[in-house]
């Protein structure tokens, strides 16, 4: 579907319309632009830029229904690529892992996204790479941002999953500003925006060379973290580090276990399971804007990875990678690796690494299409998935707990902090589980009455 004609919008009314992914690409539009935390967690445009309408904005926002979509995109990027139905354009699809430990063990899958990110520095392809790295919350009040590596050990200090909201205005200011090649590692919305802001700004396109994108299933708040301090008997304010997957070769890789690091060097851990919010599918803590996204794989990216959640792989507490390459610089970087024994990599068919990511697509595709016939205030999302409620009850009900579950979230734990009682968000959060894992998985007593009036539907 080809672009509607520009329309002037502004920062605000698409946050308004729970389109704001909180990227801060549209920052480079202003001088005085900035970005800031809002009351959810989440990253957006703030001060007076973010009243003001522009033609500009709407062409650069990635979830902006006057933006190039992703099949635009990617076909100028990869017009020589076939294109499949789920992953977008593919060149290449690989199942593995790294076959150089040091990269498996620090990263939370099979360590192929720092792998590729190391061997653009090491081969002189890139100056600098620009990722998410920890960051001490007692400095700069948060725990992640995106910085710029220009070493292996730099880089290495950036492995691991974080779930944690980030934006790109500083390190988009700092590309503008400093001559070098640069590759840039994000979700599917980040690299659509740098892609957007490369089109528009010919020094963007000169200096980002190379985009390294990850599979992504939502964005969390970053009061995740707070959830993980209250129901882990912790104060907030001493936590230090955050560990989404602290990873364990002994346990499979799909069992994360959350771990805090304190002030005075101690851990606090918790497996998600027995959380009272810890099934990542069931919405606690999403970007509500993530409910308006149809691209999984970062489908205009050059290359990106995800996690083979299929058996034997998911039990693999070691990790394993799945990776859609787009690019031929990278797929030839990629098979030269593979013949030297450095990288652990089988070639798979596209479907394989798209079905891996099953629930992911159907939430994007499925769920998307439905949610696209609900009445929504603001701005209307244009995407590559048409308006369907044609959808039996029981995978309506899911979809619609989803969505209750992703605004409750949010407000029942602002409840608890006004009322100083945290335990208000923990006891609305646990049996709000507990309906979502009976309606779409079958358990407990109420999921096997729901099995009698209707099949059990896959979450």
Same mark, same amino acid.
Not at 184 to 191: A, D, K, T
């Given at each position: 579907m080809p672009p509607s004609p520009e329309r002037a919008l502004s920062p605000n009314a698409l946050a308004g319309s729970d389109l704001c992914i909180g990227c801060g690409a549209c920052t480079l539009l202003a001088e005085d632009s900035a970005m800031g935390w809002d009351r959810d967690?989440?990253?957006?445009?703030?001060?007076?830029?973010?009243?003001?309408?522009?033609?500009?904005v709407a062409s650069r926002c990635p979830m902006s229904p006057f933006a190039r979509d992703e099949d635009h995109i990617a076909d100028a990027l990869f017009d020589d690529v076939p294109r499949h139905a789920r992953l977008g354009r593919v060149r290449a699809s690989y199942v593995g892992h790294v076959a150089e430990e040091e990269w498996r063990s620090n990263g939370s899958s099979g360590g192929l996204t720092s792998w590729v990110a190391g061997e653009l520095l090491r081969t002189g392809k890139v100056d600098a790479v620009a990722h998410v790295r920890p960051e001490?919350?007692?400095?700069?009040?948060?725990?992640?941002?995106?910085?710029?590596?220009?070493?292996?050990?730099?880089?290495?200090?950036?492995?691991?999953?974080?779930?944690?909201?980030?934006?790109?205005?500083?390190?988009?200011?700092?590309?503008?500003?400093?001559?070098?090649?640069y590759a840039i590692v994000g979700l599917p919305c980040f690299i659509k925006a740098v892609?957007?802001?490369?089109?528009?700004?010919p020094l963007l396109e000169e200096r980002i060379t190379h985009t390294l994108g990850l599979f992504c299933g939502h964005q969390k708040s970053a009061?995740?973290?707070?959830?993980?301090?209250?129901?882990?008997?912790?104060?907030?304010?001493?936590?230090?580090? #955050?560990?989404?997957?602290?990873?364990? +070769?002994? $346990?499979?890789?799909?069992? !994360? @276990?959350?771990?805090?690091?304190?002030?005075? &060097?101690?851990?606090?851990s918790?497996?998600?399971?027995?959380?009272?919010?810890?099934?990542?599918?069931?919405?606690?803590?999403?970007?509500?804007?993530?409910?308006?996204?149809d691209d999984v794989a970062a489908e205009t990216a050059?290359?990106?990875?995800?996690?083979?959640?299929?058996?034997?792989?998911?039990?693999?507490?070691?990790?394993?990678?799945?990776?859609?390459?787009?690019?031929?610089?990278?797929?030839?970087?990629?098979?030269?690796?593979?013949?030297?024994?450095?990288?652990?990599?089988?070639?798979?068919?596209?479907?394989?690494?798209?079905?891996?990511?099953?629930?992911?697509?159907?939430?994007?595709?499925?769920?998307?299409?439905?949610?696209?016939?609900?009445?929504?205030?603001?701005?209307?999302?244009?995407?590559? #998935?048409?308006?369907?409620?044609?959808? +039996?009850? $029981?995978?309506?009900?899911? !979809? @619609?707990?989803?969505?209750?579950?992703?605004? &409750?979230?949010?407000?029942?734990?602002?409840?608890?902090?006004?009322?100083?009682?945290?335990?208000?968000?923990?006891?609305?959060a646990r049996p709000t589980l507990k309906l979502y894992q009976a309606l779409a998985w079958g358990a407990g007593p109420l999921g096997k009455w729901l099995d009698k009036l209707a099949p059990r539907a896959k979450a």
């Amino acid at each position: 579907m080809p672009p509607s004609p520009e329309r002037a919008l502004s920062p605000n009314a698409l946050a308004g319309s729970d389109l704001c992914i909180g990227c801060g690409a549209c920052t480079l539009l202003a001088e005085d632009s900035a970005m800031g935390w809002d009351r959810d967690g989440f990253r957006k445009p703030a001060g007076d830029f973010a009243d003001r309408s522009s033609e500009d904005v709407a062409s650069r926002c990635p979830m902006s229904p006057f933006a190039r979509d992703e099949d635009h995109i990617a076909d100028a990027l990869f017009d020589d690529v076939p294109r499949h139905a789920r992953l977008g354009r593919v060149r290449a699809s690989y199942v593995g892992h790294v076959a150089e430990e040091e990269w498996r063990s620090n990263g939370s899958s099979g360590g192929l996204t720092s792998w590729v990110a190391g061997e653009l520095l090491r081969t002189g392809k890139v100056d600098a790479v620009a990722h998410v790295r920890p960051e001490d919350p007692s400095v700069g009040g948060r725990f992640f941002g995106y910085t710029l590596s220009s070493s292996l050990e730099e880089l290495g200090r950036g492995a691991k999953s974080r779930y944690y909201p980030v934006d790109l205005a500083d390190i988009l200011r700092t590309i503008r500003s400093t001559p070098g090649l640069y590759a840039i590692v994000g979700l599917p919305c980040f690299i659509k925006a740098v892609n957007l802001a490369r089109r528009a700004d010919p020094l963007l396109e000169e200096r980002i060379t190379h985009t390294l994108g990850l599979f992504c299933g939502h964005q969390k708040s970053a009061h995740l973290v707070d959830s993980f301090a209250l129901q882990l008997d912790t104060d907030m304010m001493r936590v230090r580090a #955050v560990d989404y997957r602290l990873k364990d +070769p002994g $346990r499979p890789a799909n069992w !994360y @276990r959350a771990d805090l690091t304190l002030d005075d &060097g101690r851990h606090r851990s918790e497996d998600w399971m027995h959380l009272a919010d810890g099934d990542w599918g069931a919405g606690f803590w999403q970007n509500p804007a993530c409910n308006w996204c149809d691209d999984v794989a970062a489908e205009t990216a050059d290359i990106a990875f995800g996690d083979a959640w299929v058996e034997p792989y998911s039990s693999d507490g070691r990790g394993t990678n799945v990776a859609v390459v787009r690019s031929a610089e990278i797929h030839e970087m990629i098979e030269a690796a593979r013949d030297e024994g450095r990288l652990a990599l089988a070639i798979v068919a596209p479907d394989f690494v798209a079905d891996t990511q099953a629930a992911g697509f159907r939430h994007r595709r499925e769920g998307l299409a439905y949610r696209l016939t609900w009445a929504k205030r603001g701005i209307r999302p244009r995407k590559r #998935v048409a308006p369907s409620a044609a959808l +039996p009850w $029981r995978r309506k009900a899911i !979809y @619609r707990l989803r969505n209750a579950i992703t605004r &409750g979230s949010h407000i029942v734990f602002r409840l608890a902090n006004a009322s100083a009682k945290p335990g208000l968000y923990t006891g609305w959060a646990r049996p709000t589980l507990k309906l979502y894992q009976a309606l779409a998985w079958g358990a407990g007593p109420l999921g096997k009455w729901l099995d009698k009036l209707a099949p059990r539907a896959k979450a």
